[in-house]
């Protein structure tokens, strides 16, 4: 389905209410995890849909579909459902006409033209690599990736759309030597799916240096100041520990 065509053909300045804008956003993710060699996630998700403000009367009515293709009637609806108030009268100053501008660049690029059968493959082509990596207890092959257009439209004239466009490969392992335990990955973010191939190297590399780690000297108890990556969230913290310092 063309989206930016599905804009083109609603005709906002005609509808006799105050202001009326259009939102659609299409967002295709796809992920698949592998665990000690083993499939044990794989999950494409395709979602579409559309939001509606309209200003009439003094009053904001909304409305939200996955109905895209019936946007016209979908907006005549919430118009008359708004003609049913009094007027409250107009505290709305309608905004600036931005003019056009449609900003999709990645559309040849975009992850959700890669098949997923395609991707999957790609995981399992690194996890003969734990055989190549000392120490490892437990493996894991994570791919994630997101790709997500937005398209706007108002009454006024303002329309654009743009993309996003990103994904992230990640190798992880728990590494064991008698009783110390180290965990650590490795993490490739793109924007091309091209990027994720020929890894191997980097990632033997990355865990040579891990395997350091198992014997780094216990930090001493206590209160100290840290400095965490913006991308830490409190789930990455529990599925893969930053590296301590040497």
């Not at 909304?62 to 108030?85: D, G, P």
């Not at 990955?185 to 793109?190: E, L, Q, V």
């Not at 206590?222 to 990455?236: E, I, N, Q, R």
Request: include cysteine; proline fraction near 3%.
């Amino acid at each position: 389905m063309d989206l930016r065509q599905v804009l083109e053909r609603l005709d906002l300045k005609n509808i006799k209410c105050h202001f009326v804008d259009v939102r659609i956003e299409r967002t295709y993710e796809s992920t698949f995890t592998y665990q000690n060699g083993e499939l044990i996630e794989a999950i494409e998700c395709p979602v579409i849909g559309a939001f509606i403000r309209l200003f009439h009367n003094g009053t904001w009515f909304y409305s939200s579909t996955t109905a895209v293709n019936e946007l016209e009637r979908e907006i005549k609806q919430l118009f008359s459902q708004a003609n049913q108030y009094s007027d409250q009268g107009n505290s709305y100053a309608l905004p600036s006409n931005n003019g056009v501008h449609h900003m999709i660049k990645k559309v040849n690029e975009a992850f959700s033209l890669i098949s997923f059968d395609q991707k999957i493959k790609l995981g399992a082509s690194y996890l003969p690599l734990v055989q190549k990596i000392a120490n490892v207890q437990l493996s894991k092959v994570r791919y994630t990736d997101l790709y997500k257009e937005k398209f706007y439209k108002s009454s006024v004239g303002t329309e654009f759309s743009y993309d996003f466009n990103q994904a992230e490969l990640r190798f992880m392992c728990i590494l064991k030597n008698g009783d110390q335990l180290f965990t650590d990955g490795f993490r490739k973010y793109a924007t091309n799916f091209k990027d994720f191939h020929n890894l191997e190297s980097s990632i033997l590399d990355y865990f040579a240096e891990s395997q350091k780690f198992l014997h780094a000297q216990a930090v001493v108890p206590g209160k100290y100041k840290v400095v965490l990556s913006p991308a830490f969230s409190l789930t990455s913290l529990l599925d893969i520990n930053p590296r301590p310092t040497l």
